[in-house]
Nanobody, 120 residues
């Protein structure tokens, strides 16, 4: 069973930066996507950034501003977010065991989420 615990959310002004962390434990499938998704207020959950082995995938809306990385020794997946915009405001979730790169519909392990609020 996979357990995911996110941290690092908070409130920031537009243009600022935040780094989210996800500590993973359990039997994490290596042949499936893992990464970050978000759900803006009143909207559907969407993919932000994921990886599969050495490949990374980003939503167009965050390319060039967000960077996903992982520390295999510590089982931590991080999301560095810079040049934040008000439209980045959302609950951010770490997910694993995903069948597709940026689709939340087929992820079988989810964290509880961490809130990010960006003010203008």
């Amino acid at each position: 069973q996979v357990q995911l615990v996110e941290s690092g959310g908070g409130s920031v002004q537009a243009g600022g930066s935040l780094t989210l962390s996800c500590v993973a434990s359990g039997d994490i499938p290596t042949g499936r996507f893992m990464g970050w998704f978000r759900q803006p207020p009143g909207k559907k959950r969407e993919g932000v950034a994921t990886f599969l082995r050495s490949q990374t995938f980003y939503a167009d809306s965050v390319k060039g501003r967000f960077t996903i990385s992982r520390d295999n020794a510590k089982n931590v997946v991080s999301l560095q977010m810079s040049s934040l915009k008000p439209e980045d405001t959302a609950m951010y979730y770490c997910a694993a065991d995903c069948f597709y790169a940026l689709s939340s519909s087929r992820c079988d392990a989810w964290g509880q989420g961490t809130q990010v609020a960006v003010s203008s």
